[in-house]
C-alpha cells in the first residue's frame, strides 16, 4: 500500500481506493465469503469524542471479517482522564493490536497517533479536519447509487467550515474528472482556505451560493450537513447560523429527478423527515455502505505486508502551529513539523493550517 496508516484518503493511491470500492461491494455481495478474512486479528476503537455510526460500523465490520475488538468509547473510563499523553496510550495500544481506528476532537490527531503506533491507523475524525473513512462510505454509496464518480455538480451544504467530512470528500472527489463543487453555506461557515486551494489546483471547478433553493436545480449530488454545535466558540454564534438550510419537499420540487441525496448523519433538523420517504435520500443506505466500506479497508490494510516500525520525526521549524485546536497544542512533546509553500508561509503537517513564520 501507498502508506501504512490512513490520516487522510489521500494515503490511498486512486489504483487502491478504486480496488476497496470493488472490494466492498464484492464483500456486500458474498458476505460468507469474507466471515473469516481477519479472523486472529484484533480492532482497537478509541473514541475521545461521541460517535454512532462510525465506531458501531468500525466494530461491526471487524466482526463481521471474523475479527475482535477493543477499546474505549469515553475517554474518562481510560488513563486519559489520569492525564496520560497521546503518545503513552497509543504506544502501549499499537503493541495490543492489529489496527487502531481513532477519533479526536483535536486536528491532527490521527497523524500525530501514527507517529507512535507499530500498528497502522486509521483517522476516524479529528476535529473540524478530515474524515477519510466517512469519504469512502460516500464514494461508496456514490459509486453504486450513480455508476460514476466523474463529471458531477455536487452540492455541500450548511457547516462547509467545521465539517470533517465536507472537507475529506472535496479532496478525494476533486481527484476525478469534471467534478463541479456547489458550496452552499453562509459566509461565516464557508469552507476553509486550504479546501479551496486543493480544488483551485484540480481540474474541478467551485461556486459558492448563499441560497439551496438557487442551487437545487443544477444538482446530481446533495450532500446535506449539520450545523457542528461541539465547535463554535459560543452558544450564541451557534444560535446565528443553525437552521438557515432546511430541505424539504417543496426545496425537492426543482431538483433533477436522479438527484441523490447524501448526509453523514446525525440529522438534526436540516432535513425534515418528510424527505425519508423520497426515493431520491440515499442517507440510511448510504450507512450500510459504510459498513463495508470500512470492512473493505480493514482487510486491505491488514494484509498489507509493510512491518516498517514507525520512524522517529524530528522538528523541521521552531515555530509553532497558530491553530488554536491543532493537536500540538496540548500535546507538547510533538515534533512541529511543516511543510514549506513559499513565501513566509509554512503548512502545519498535523492540522494543515497556515502558520505564518
Ligand atoms: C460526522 C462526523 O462525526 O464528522 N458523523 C459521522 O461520522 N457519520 C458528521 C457529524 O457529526 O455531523
Request: aromatic letters at 6%; hydrophobic letters at 35%.
Amino acid at each position: 500500500m501507498k502508506s501504512k496508516h490512513i490520516i487522510d484518503l489521500e494515503d490511498l493511491s486512486a489504483n487502491e481506493l478504486t480496488e476497496i470500492i470493488k472490494l466492498a461491494n464484492e464483500i456486500k455481495e458474498r458476505p460468507s465469503d469474507y466471515a473469516e478474512a481477519c479472523k486472529g486479528k484484533i480492532l482497537a476503537t478509541l473514541f475521545y469524542e461521541p460517535s454512532t455510526r462510525t465506531q458501531m460500523s468500525f466494530k461491526t465490520a471487524m466482526l463481521r471479517l471474523g475479527g475482535s475488538v477493543i477499546g474505549f468509547d469515553n475517554p474518562q473510563n481510560s488513563s486519559v482522564s489520569k492525564g496520560e499523553s497521546l503518545k503513552d496510550t497509543i504506544t502501549v495500544v499499537g503493541g495490543y493490536t492489529d489496527i487502531i481506528a481513532i477519533r479526536h476532537p483535536l486536528e491532527g490527531t490521527a497523524k500525530a497517533a501514527s507517529m507512535y503506533s507499530d500498528a497502522p491507523v486509521i483517522n476516524a475524525g479529528d476535529g473540524g479536519h478530515l474524515h477519510p473513512t466517512q469519504t469512502l462510505t460516500d464514494v461508496v454509496t456514490l459509486y453504486n447509487e450513480k455508476g460514476s464518480l466523474d463529471g458531477m455538480t455536487i452540492g455541500l451544504c450548511g457547516d462547509l467550515k467545521n465539517g470533517r467530512t465536507v472537507h475529506s470528500l472535496i479532496k478525494t472527489m476533486s481527484h476525478f474528472r469534471n467534478n463541479r463543487f456547489v458550496l452552499i453555506s453562509t459566509p461565516e461557515l464557508a469552507v476553509p482556505q486550504y479546501i479551496k486551494d486543493v480544488m483551485n489546483a484540480s481540474d474541478c471547478t467551485y461556486l459558492e451560493v448563499p441560497s439551496l433553493i438557487e442551487a437545487m436545480p443544477m444538482l446530481d449530488v446533495l450532500y446535506m450537513t449539520r450545523i457542528q454545535r461541539e465547535r463554535f466558540a459560543s452558544e450564541e454564534e451557534y444560535e446565528k447560523e443553525k437552521g438557515v438550510f432546511v430541505l424539504d419537499k417543496e426545496k425537492l420540487l426543482s431538483a433533477k429527478r436522479d438527484l441523490k441525496i447524501l448526509h453523514p448523519l446525525p440529522r438534526v433538523d436540516e432535513i425534515t423527515v418528510e424527505v425519508d420517504d423520497d426515493e431520491r435520500a440515499k442517507y440510511f443506505i448510504q450507512t450500510v455502505y459504510g459498513m463495508y466500506a470500512r470492512m473493505a479497508l480493514i482487510k486491505t490494510m491488514l494484509g498489507n505486508t509493510d512491518k516498517t516500525p514507525t520512524a522517529r520525526i524530528f522538528d523541521t521549524h521552531n515555530v509553532q502551529c497558530s491553530n488554536p485546536r491543532c493537536i500540538t497544542k496540548t500535546e507538547k512533546y510533538l515534533p512541529k513539523i511543516f511543510r514549506e509553500v513559499g513565501g513566509d508561509m509554512l503548512i502545519c503537517k498535523y492540522c494543515e493550517n497556515r502558520t505564518l513564520i
